[in-house]
């Protein structure tokens, strides 16, 4: 969540600066993950005042404009935005402005007429992802002032990691009580009064009090929805990620973001008849406001009229009844869902919400009225309006209540390891909103609405920990001795195999365990896989059978970031499931894709050579020498489903099946967008155990090298060659080196020559030429007969 540091000061005095707020709020849970100003740098930029707009003389599309700067001055600027017009003031970037992306501003002629300067968009001063004009500033923006100063561009903003069970802390007062609770200040948020209007209801009904136990609407007549948002507001949103649409819908984002409360609001005039909450029933459909219609289930809790669903309770609501620019009068609505009616239901569904996020989190039960008043509050002075009374519906018996939790001193010394005094444990307790009474053995204390994670005394002992002692808690040695297993001698070390790639230039990524099931199906298809019950995400969710999907993603994000040369690879786990078993297996996956050198001086920029199978192989042998026993394995050519044919195979150890090299089909080349075919391998783990080491004598007798050229078919494949070779020469063979292959003129069709050089030696003696020439003519005769070879003169 993006908490801007002036909105978290307007409901808490914070005594700390914005770096050292963000270290404390990590020590106390919630983990900063980045500190940035409110807009990107940029200088140069200036309120402007268009004090005159007319049509570009040579180009229809565009205007010259003469701009105010203040003091007197104007200056001339040709701009092609439509909404340029006189009295607007807007951001100009005058001559040596520098925007974001390094764009620097000068002078210069369009279409022969000079221009001073540049009218900016929100978009490219970085305030915006895209923009239908240039920034339109309020009638009172002074011009010539600074503008990053008049919109306090340079305001940190915290971007906070609010784990799962703090669905409290998802907006600014739900920080603000952290803030508080941590500096000893006191909540001073801006006040609501409540609407005192006339006493014009809608009716609601609940007709699923487990899931909706309360429900608080409001009318409000004579609202001008096409009023603009205040800049103040726009940009708190903006802050807070999110974008500013109508002066309706940025107030229920607002109070979402300040009191932690979803709301939505309906055009009273679509509506038809009574509000009812109920479950959905077989079949029905709903639209979307995203305009995307879904099927219901009976497990999912729906917002009706009379005409039938107008919203999917806690997560969206429908295009029927949505405000619009000619919306006059709306109902707010402001409810209490269950976490338990609308956990899953989204993703279900492919959506995941702001609302959906917060509610099924859990959300303060005791709010709906006051969020209700706050958007009125706010609403009122920028699109007018009257509001009636808020009617709350609700069932009392189903809203929860937090119930008393027992915390015992010496359970809290036991487990904290040293005494916290009682008054620092109540402080503590009672800082957080709890009520805290004293007993023989301890305390009870009874957590606020909003605390759904205080159940047990294990919670008040963390509490009691980050708050008061967690600095202070002593360091002591393991009570019981610890013994550490020797890792078996032929079990590769994780580092060591890591090591190895990362020598070769590889970086180790980490993915998800759960894929793309689409990405998954086109590498893999008609292969089961694990399917998850209840996802993150529709394109997380299901298991990965290969580390390949997660490796193929973050290859791609690094293409779209402009990285040429990429090198990759990852170490987990994949899981094959078949027959209703799955399987957890240990694996090595990486990937090259791109140039097959860095950029330097000594390789040619242009063209640049892609990685292609043999340097993946390379890199592959590299590190399978580190077991010790790279001549167990073999590389033979087979076909897989994402793999190119004829540029793949399977790699073997000691003839058993271990893993697989290729480079990626090109059908999946051109789907996946890769500029350059990656190419991939995969490996299990445990084919990679090392051989025990034995030492054998170096021999004191020189080396004698013979050259053969031998020409075979085709088919033949260099390890067979070496095979029969290794079989002939017995053990006297020391190396045997490939150093040239031939196709061409004066061979016949379908055969191949292979120019090899063997090299013999004896631990014992020297090899006479008698010794060397019957052991060629032992080699020549083997592969005569088991390979249909010949001598090549």
Known sequence: MRIPYSWLAEWVKVPWQAKELGARLTMAGFELETLEPAAPPFSGVVVAQILSAERHPSADKLQVCRVSVGRGESLQIVCGAANARAGLKSALAIVGAQLPG??????????????????????????????????ELPADAPPGKSLREYLSLDEPVLEINITPNRGDAMSILGIAREVAALAGARITGPKSPPARGRADRWPVKLAAPAGCPRFAGCIVRGVNNRAATP?????????????????????????????????????????????????????????????????????????????????????????????????????????????????????????????????????????????????????????????????????????PRRARVALRATQLQRLLGLKVPAARVVKALTGLGMQVKSTPTGWHATPPPHRFDIAIEADLIEEVARLAVWQEIPETDALGPQRFRMLPEEQPGERSVLEALAARGYEEAVTYA???????????????????????????????????????????????????????????????????????????????????????????????????????????????????????????????????????????????????????????????????????????????????ALFEDISRFPQVR???????????????????????????????????VYRGPGLEPGRKSIALGLIFQDISRTLTDEDVERLMTSVVSDLRESLNARIRE
């Not at 764009?103 to 221009?115: W, Y």
């Not at 190119?644 to 996946?672: F, Y």
């Not at 053969?708 to 390890?719: G, I, K, Q």
């Open 706 to 740: 013979r050259d053969l050229a031998v020409v075979v078919d085709e088919s033949v494949t260099l390890s067979a060659l070496a095979e029969r070779v290794t079989l002939a020469s017995s053990s006297l063979l020391r190396g045997l080196r490939v150093f040239d």
């Open 102 to 135: 390094d764009v620097k501003i000068g002078a210069a002629k369009l279409r022969g007429i000079e221009s001073q300067g540049m009218l900016a968009s929100a978009k490219e001063l970085g305030l915006a992802d895209s923009s239908n004009g240039i920034l």
């Open 231 to 399: 800049v103040w507001m726009a940009e708190r949103l903006r802050r807070s990620g999110l974008r500013s649409i109508s002066p309706i819908v940025d107030v229920t984002n607002y109070v979402m973001l300040e009191l932690g409360q979803p709301m939505h609001a309906y055009d009273l005039a679509k509506l038809q008849g009574a509000i009812r909450v109920r479950l959905a029933r077989a079949g029905e459909t709903l639209t979307l406001l995203d305009g995307k219609t879904v099927s219901l289930s009976p497990d999912m809790l729906l917002i009706s009229d009379g005409e039938g669903p107008i919203g999917l309770a806690g997560i969206m609501g429908g295009l029927r009844t949505s405000v619009t620019a000619d919306t006059a009068d709306i109902f707010f609505e402001s409810a209490w869902f269950a976490p338990q009616a609308v956990q899953g239901r989204g993703r279900r569904l492919g959506l995941l919400t702001d609302a959906s996020q917060r509610f099924e989190r859990g959300v303060d039960p005791s709010q709906q009225a006051r969020a209700i008043e706050r958007a009125v509050a706010l609403l009122e002075p920028i699109a007018g309006g009257t509001a009636a009374k808020v009617k709350v519906t609700e069932d009392k018996a189903r809203i």
């Open 514 to 692: 759960f894929v793309d099931p689409a990405l998954q199906e086109k590498l893999f298809p008609g292969r089961p896989a694990l399917a998850i019950s209840n996802p993150i995400a529709n394109d997380l969710s299901v298991m990965r059978v290969s580390l390949w999907p997660g490796l193929l993603r973050a290859a791609l994000e690094n293409q779209h970031r402009q990285q040429d040369r990429i090198r990759l690879f990852e170490h987990g786990n994949r899981f094959e499931h078949a027959g209703g078993v799955t399987h957890e297996i240990d694996t090595l996956a990486g990937l090259a894709c791109g140039s097959r050198l860095p950029e330097q001086w000594g390789v040619p920029s242009v063209p640049r050579i892609p990685a292609d199978f043999y340097d993946v192989k390379s890199d592959l042998a590299a590190l399978l020498a580190g077991t010790g026993a790279s001549d167990t394995f073999a590389f033979e050519a087979g076909e897989l489903a994402p793999l190119h044919p004829g540029r793949s195979a399977r790699v073997l150890r000691r003839g058993i099946p271990v893993g697989w090299i290729g480079e990626l089909h090109p059908a999946l080349v051109k789907e996946l967008d890769f500029t350059y075919a990656p190419v991939v391998f995969e490996l299990d783990m445990g084919a990679l155990a090392v051989k025990r």
